[in-house]
T-cell receptor
Framework: GAGVSQSPSNKVTEKGKDVELRCDPI?????LYWYRQSLGQGLEFLIY????????KSGLPSDRFSAERTGGSVSTLTIQRTQQEDSAVYLC??????????FGPGTRLTVL | KQEVTQIPAALSVPEGENLVLNCSFT??????LQWFRQDPGKGLTSLLL?????REQTSGRLNASLDKSSGRSTLYIAASQPGDSATYLC?????????????FGTGTRLTVIP
């Protein structure tokens, strides 16, 4: 596709369940970011992948959050044992060299 | 930690009016600053990017300024249109090594009334 895609667009889950969010970056983009946008708050950086380098996980809020990027392309953000405060829109972005990102439409996660 | 603040949180103006959105940041050691537009259910669209060495950037009816020493940026929208209604986000990218991630403000929700 021409842009960054994310799936699912909406996810409703029960507290305590695990969820996986997927991001398909623009082909050839080496950098990939995950952000989350909670209600009334600004976008918050979660994790950054750049090529084959070790990811920067400095923004992950707890060890329940993890992400991987397979083959330098698709990325999956996993949240284990979801809590209500995890409810947010999760945005993925990709770029050629870590600058001027293109953002996906986001996944709206609701934890009941 | 970099803190980005946007004022006002919401703004409603009649069509045709010129307006200014404000952004301030606490750490002046930035690499660049971007203004984004966010529409409901859609991702972010980059409007303007100002490098730390620049003072302003223009695109059509939009003009963004940067005063890095005072930690401020403004987005000027001329002759506003209903289609400009959206949330406008300011974001700064930190300098130096590391993730080069963006630090975002909470946004200004703009409504342009026909």
């Amino acid at each position: 596709g021409a842009g960054v895609s994310q799936s699912p667009s909406n996810k409703v889950t029960e507290k305590g369940k695990d969820v996986e969010l997927r991001c398909d970056p623009i082909s050839g983009h080496t950098a990939l970011y995950w952000y989350r946008q909670s209600l009334g708050q600004g976008l918050e950086f979660l994790i950054y992948f750049q090529g084959n380098s070790a990811p920067d996980k400095s923004g992950l809020p707890s060890d329940r959050f993890s992400a991987e990027r397979t083959g330098g392309s698709v990325s999956t953000l996993t949240i284990q044992r979801t809590q209500q405060e995890d409810s947010a829109v999760y945005l993925c972005a990709s770029s050629l060299a870590g600058f001027f990102e293109y953002f996906g439409p986001g996944t709206r996660l609701t934890v009941l | 930690k970099q803190e980005v603040t946007q004022i006002p949180a919401a703004l409603s103006v009649p069509e045709g009016e010129n307006l200014v959105l404000n952004c301030s940041f606490t750490d002046s050691a930035i690499y660049n600053l971007q203004w984004f537009r966010q529409d409901p259910g859609k991702g972010l669209t980059s409007l303007l990017l100002i490098q730390s060495s620049q003072r302003e950037q223009t695109s059509g009816r939009l003009n963004a300024s940067l005063d890095k020493s005072s930690g401020r940026s403004t987005l000027y929208i001329a002759a506003s249109q209903p289609g400009d209604s959206a949330t406008y986000l300011c974001a700064v990218r930190r300098g130096g090594t590391g993730a080069n991630n963006l630090f975002f403000g909470t946004g200004t929700r703009l409504t342009v009334i026909p």
